[in-house]
């Protein structure tokens, strides 16, 4: 992987090994997944914006290309702004990208969302978030798509509460409307140990 740029522009390439039978040798001949990424992030407004574009081929040996899977390419980008209004912090942001080649099962994707935080004083990392996405899938029916709220809760030092509830429209492109909903606790015991007074 090579990175060229500053704080603003930046321009990456990566070869990376793809051949999962045989991890340790070099990708030049026994499978590659090649990535291009440009990053460019400024001022805008209000706020600070960042966009990425990129592209990637995996490149499969011909022998193992039954196993492995085929070649393939594909393109991707996303765009994100964060600002602060109404006295609280927002991010937005949109993400798609395109594998058109016949052997993808996932030629198309698209989404977007917006994320808030500072709308509870006492809890500046509290986070609050909503998005959607659409997924097409090739030789099914319908697209998939999915509506998610989600959010990030401290109920104390080291105690987090991260509830997430999905409404996913023909999920895999076929079945019936689905409700899914997670309730997660994550605990750092570092952090909950050091408020109780415990040295480290």
Same mark, same amino acid.
């Given at each position: 992987?090579?990175?060229? /740029? ?24 026994? %499978?590659?997944?090649?990535? *291009? ?9 209000? /706020?600070? =914006?960042?966009?990425? *574009? ?32 109404? %006295? ?10 395109? #594998? ?7 030629? @198309?994707?698209? %989404? ?27 030789? *099914?029916?319908?697209?998939? !798509?999915? =509506? ?5 809760? #401290? ?19 076929? *079945?019936? !409307? #689905? ?12 952090? @909950? ?8």
């Amino acid at each position: 992987m090579v990175a060229l /740029g500053g704080d603003h522009h930046l321009l990456e390439a990566g070869v990376f090994g793809a051949d999962a039978m045989h991890p340790y040798r070099q990708p030049f001949t026994h %499978g590659a997944l090649m990535l *291009l990424q440009y990053t460019q992030a400024g001022k805008l407004g209000a /706020g600070d =914006y960042t966009i990425k *574009l990129g592209a990637f081929r995996n490149r499969q040996n011909a022998q193992l290309a039954p196993r492995l899977g085929p070649q393939t390419s594909g393109f991707f980008g996303a765009m994100e702004y964060r600002f602060d209004a109404l %006295g609280l912090n927002w991010g937005a942001f949109l993400v798609g990208g395109g #594998a058109p080649k016949p052997v993808n099962a996932v030629p @198309w994707y698209a %989404g977007a969302g917006l994320r808030v935080k500072n709308w509870f004083p006492n809890h500046p990392d509290d986070v609050l978030s909503a998005g959607a996405s659409r997924v097409s899938l090739r030789g *099914l029916p319908h697209a998939e !798509t999915n =509506y998610e709220v989600t959010g990030i809760f #401290a109920l104390g030092p080291g105690v987090k509460l991260q509830p997430d509830l999905q409404v996913i429209v023909h999920p895999g492109g076929q *079945l019936p !409307t #689905a409700l899914v909903g997670i309730l997660r606790v994550d605990i750092d015991l570092v952090q @909950w140990a050091k408020s109780q007074g415990v040295a480290l």
